[in-house]
C-alpha cells in the first residue's frame, strides 16, 4: 500500500497502543507560551504521566513546568520513545532526519495537526520506526480515554444527563497506558 494511503487514516487500536506503549515524548516546536497549541498540548501529555521534552532552539538550557528545553533532539542525550513534530510540513523532512539519526531510534514519529510529509514517513518507516501524521497526542488521548466525551463532543451520544464525575477539581480518565 502506498505510504499517502496508510496515513489517511489510522484504526483506534494503532492509535491506542502507541499511546499505551510510549513512554518518553520529545515535543519539536514546543513553546513556552501558554495560549500556544504545543504547550497545551506538553502540558496535557505531562499531566498523564508522560515524560515529556521541549525542543526549541529558544528555549535551550531554560525550563518549562519544571523539565529542561533542549535545541536539538540529539541533545537531549537518552532515549526517546516518540518524537512528536509540532513544526510545519516543509519542515518535517527535516526533523524525521534529525530523529533517524538518533541511536537508539524512537520507537514513533507523530507529526501534528496539518502536518504531513510522505517522503518522510517512507524514510522512517524503511527504518522500522512507526509514524502517524496529522493527528493529535492530545485529542487521540482524549478521544480515546472517553475525556472529550464528556462535554458531548465526539461520543455519538446525546443525553441530558450529566456524567457523575468523582472527586473535586479536573477529571482525568486514562487510556490504561503502562507506566
Avoid at 515524560?51 to 536539538?72: F, S, T
Wanted: net charge positive.
Amino acid at each position: 500500500m502506498p505510504v499517502a494511503s496508510r496515513h489517511d487514516s489510522y484504526p483506534d487500536a494503532t492509535i491506542r497502543a502507541i499511546l499505551q506503549s510510549v513512554k518518553s515524548i520529545a515535543i519539536v516546536g514546543a513553546s513556552n507560551n501558554p495560549a500556544r497549541p504545543s504547550y497545551i498540548v506538553f502540558k496535557y501529555l505531562l499531566e498523564r504521566g508522560f515524560e515529556v521534552i521541549p525542543v526549541n532552539p529558544r528555549l535551550a538550557g531554560q525550563d518549562m513546568l519544571g523539565v529542561r528545553a533542549y535545541a536539538r533532539l540529539s541533545e537531549i542525550g537518552r532515549p526517546l520513545d516518540m518524537v512528536e513534530i509540532f513544526r510545519s510540513s516543509a519542515e518535517a523532512g527535516g526533523v524525521t532526519d534529525e530523529a533517524l539519526a538518533l541511536d537508539p531510534l524512537p520507537k514513533v514519529i507523530w507529526m501534528q495537526l496539518s502536518v504531513r510529509d510522505d517522503e518522510a514517513a517512507a524514510r522512517a518507516e524503511a527504518k522500522g520506526v512507526q509514524v502517524v501524521m496529522n493527528r493529535c497526542p492530545k485529542i487521540e488521548y482524549g478521544r480515546l480515554s472517553g475525556e472529550i466525551g464528556w462535554q458531548g463532543i465526539n461520543s455519538r451520544v446525546l443525553s441530558a444527563k450529566r456524567p457523575a464525575l468523582s472527586g473535586k477539581g479536573f477529571q482525568k480518565l486514562t487510556i490504561d497506558r503502562k507506566l
